[in-house]
């Protein structure tokens, strides 16, 4: 769809706000320092792993079928031994390992019936060089890492995380303490940041603002983030002032609503110029966090050059309803290979989300061992 303003479907939002982001640039980072950081280039071992023969064992190295002679040299001769801790080269000649726990030694003679070379680890076992370790888009995690560093890597090519700035809109939230009459706590300051980590973002300290459109729309037009998400104040009421900061911004707003429950408010719109997206969740929770993944995450996604995230197919273990004319994200789990519901699904609530581990997506009425889509959430 192209109609500035319009309704998106939820498929076809997610697909535009992907379409929004450009890719970040590239910076190199020392590898100690990549754990969830998006690889720029594919990887490969940079030489064999392991790059010698080696023991899988502490004992000792023996040559011959014994009884061997201990010695401490570089070269066993037949029927000579020599200590070996787990993962250290074998002396030339070698060609079994005796466990520590399989040998006798009395004092430079050693007796084992054990000797196995399947306790030796050859060289290139595991991978060898040139092997590809790790394509362009893989998002590091700390095996990998090991892997890497294992093979001779010391820095990694990655891509930058883009930045994003929250703004919190509202006179009626509370940071901290009990809700009163007046105030509720706010829950999408502290969760925020945390989605917006785990989808590979650097989020920027959370800005405040209370209901007035020439505050909101000064956050929006004076960050240096790369994508600003703000909270509140995109339905139709007295104080939901999105659409009017955006205004005073000059900015344009591309999607006013997307066809999903809950979460339809949501905005997408461009600051001056169209330099970077601005959108505009909710302001009851779990709307806002249907909205984070349907607009936000996509955009991210591309900048880090990788694809959009997808579901996977899954019967569901009970019924579903549909939406009368649009998309429901349903939070649950899956369990026994079944998505199974969340209980406390409401958009204004939580708890339901807090035990869940994704969305099934669901466009019309399904029977229970129907299939759905499952998408898992980020992290």
């Known amino acids: 769809m192209t109609n500035n303003q319009s309704e998106y479907s939820w498929g076809d939002a997610r697909e535009f706000a992907y379409s929004l982001g450009e890719m970040c640039t590239i910076e190199s980072v020392p590898i100690q320092f990549c754990d969830r950081r998006v690889c720029a280039e594919d990887l490969v071992a940079l030489t064999d792993l392991p790059h010698v023969d080696s023991s899988s064992m502490d004992g000792w190295a023996v040559s011959g079928v014994g009884p061997w002679t201990i010695t401490r040299a570089d070269h066993l001769d037949p029927d000579h031994a020599g200590p070996i801790t787990t993962g250290a080269a074998l002396p030339a000649g070698a060609q079994a390992i005796v466990r520590t726990e399989h040998g006798t030694l009395s004092g430079t003679r050693l007796e084992s019936t054990s000797a196995s070379a399947q306790d030796i680890r050859r060289a290139g076992e595991e991978c060898t060089r040139g092997d590809l370790l790790c394509r362009q888009g893989t998002t590091l995690h700390p095996a990998l890492i090991g892997l890497l560093a294992s093979t001779g890597h010391d820095a990694i090519n990655v891509v930058t995380q883009p930045t994003v700035q929250i703004v919190i809109t509202g006179d009626e939230l509370l940071t901290s303490g009990l809700p009163t009459q007046k105030f509720v706590r706010d ?3 502290p969760q925020l940041p945390l989605w917006l980590t785990r989808m590979g973002a650097q989020v920027l300290p959370v800005l405040y603002i209370t209901d007035h459109p020439d505050q909101i729309s000064r956050a929006m037009s004076t960050t240096k983030a790369n994508i600003v998400v703000t909270t509140g104040g995109t339905a139709a009421s007295t104080k939901d002032h999105f659409k009017a900061a955006i205004d005073l911004a000059q900015g344009q707003v591309l999607i006013n609503g997307v066809a999903v429950r ?5 905005k997408l719109a461009v600051s001056q110029g169209q330099k970077y997206p601005i959108i ?7 709307a806002a966090v249907v909205a984070l993944i349907t ?3 996509p955009i991210i996604s591309k900048m880090l050059s990788q694809q959009l995230p997808v579901g996977v197919s899954i019967p569901t273990s009970q019924s579903l309803k549909g939406g009368k004319s649009d998309s429901r994200l349903v939070p649950g789990s899956i369990e026994n290979r079944e998505f199974v519901p969340a209980l406390y699904n409401g958009s204004a609530m939580l708890r339901g989300l807090s035990a ?3 969305f099934a997506i669901v466009t019309e ?3 229970a061992g129907s299939t759905i889509e499952f ?3 980020p992290g």
Not at 262 to 266: I, K, L, R, S, V
Not at 280 to 286: A, C, K, R, T
């Open 280 to 286: 505009g969740l909710p302001g009851n929770p779990l």
């Open 356 to 358: 869940s581990t994704g």
């Open 365 to 367: 009425p399904v029977d």
């Open 295 to 297: 607009l936000v995450q």
């Open 187 to 189: 829950s999408l300051g």
């Open 375 to 377: 998408l898992p959430l």
């Open 262 to 266: 809950p979460g339809h408010p949501m």
